[in-house]
């Protein structure tokens, strides 16, 4: 029986978690990456396959290759670099410290996860990267500046990635999952309430694998996000700026 075998970042809640159900139901071993080990744990109870728990912050460049260092001689199939967080306020206002720790997480850890896998991956010429950006990646977000900016350049780099390998004829896969509001801990950890209805999780993880088992580049869940996307596009962008601020102001949580 041939071992299939996933790595999942932020695998202890949200889209991480879902992302184990739905791949274990698939028959994936699953190697879960989160800071929370009592709810990684507790996820893999109710999971079918073998699972391989690993508690780290990786957020830290250097913990990102000990990860790698630990686990690149088994064979991965399926990276899916899922962690990351938000955080609201005016650019002049908010924290520094957790803008720093939001780049080195949302930023530094897909980079760093990516490059290193992709190598391994290239030399199998077989592989699967999901790269978690957000329909915040095709806009400028005043009040979510630092966030908007980080999965903008998540997404650029995967479409930027995905190009080369597809001139290298390569059969290895990059792509980028752009959801708009999901019924996640985002939320509160970014304190900002969404005024349109949130998609699922487990919505969002299924509709997202069965496109990059696709090889979709551009993975967007949801007609409504759809369509908003591909309206901003005709828009200018100074409009576009005065409707993303009054949209973000309205997720302020009271």
Do not use: W
């Not at 019924?183 to 299924?206: G, M, P, Q, R, W």
């Amino acid at each position: 029986m041939i071992t299939v075998k996933a790595l999942i970042t932020g695998a202890s809640s949200g889209l991480g978690a879902d992302f184990a159900r739905i791949l274990s139901e698939k028959g994936y071993d699953l190697i879960l990456v989160a800071r929370r080990k009592k709810r990684m744990e507790n996820l893999a109870k109710e999971l079918k396959t073998n699972v391989e728990i690993i508690e780290l912050d990786i957020s830290s460049t250097y913990n990102c290759m000990n990860l790698y260092d630990k686990v690149k001689k088994e064979k991965i199939d399926i990276l899916i670099n899922n962690a990351g967080f938000g955080l609201f306020g005016k650019f002049d206002e908010t924290k520094l410290d957790n803008e720093l720790d939001m780049i080195d997480l949302n930023i530094k850890a897909v980079h760093t996860l990516t490059k290193l896998f992709l190598k391994d991956f290239k030399k199998r010429n077989y592989g699967y990267i999901l790269n978690v950006a957000s329909a915040a990646a095709f806009l400028p977000g005043p009040l979510m500046s630092c966030y908007y900016a980080t999965k903008a350049y998540i997404l650029h780099l995967t479409l930027a990635i995905n190009e080369e390998l597809k001139h290298d004829n390569s059969d290895v896969y990059i792509g980028a999952l752009c959801p708009g509001p999901v019924d996640t801990e985002f939320n509160k950890i970014a304190k900002v309430k969404f005024t349109v209805k949130s998609l699922s999780s487990e919505y969002v993880t299924k509709y997202a694998l069965t496109k990059m088992f696709k090889k979709k580049k551009i993975i967007i869940p949801g007609n409504t996000t759809k369509f908003a996307i591909t309206f901003s596009k005709l828009l200018p962008m100074k409009l576009k700026l005065i409707i993303s601020y009054h949209l973000q102001k309205s997720k302020k949580q009271k």
